[in-house]
């Protein structure tokens, strides 16, 4: 049997040490960056909800004023058939 160069398994050794002790730091790295992303997510998802209820608000402001203008505009629709015809 043959003999393999002990240069060759030093290197080996360090390359398998050197990924062992790489192992962890990699995966915290996959950790943080997938929950910043999600975090950033978040953020972007309660900013556009925000947005969107301003908008929903503002919508329901203008509704409300045109019925209030609308209910004056039959009131005095009302009036002025009345003095219509009692003229």
Known sequence: ???VNE???DSVTQVNTKTLGDAPAMAMGSLFTATSQA???AG???T???QHAGITMQAA????VNSLGAIGSAVLGRAAEAVVEKG
């Open 1 to 3: 049997m043959a003999t």
């Open 44 to 46: 972007l998802n309660s």
């Open 61 to 64: 402001t203008v509704q409300g």
């Open 39 to 41: 975090l950033s997510n």
């Open 48 to 50: 556009t909800s925000q």
């Open 7 to 9: 240069q060759i398994t």
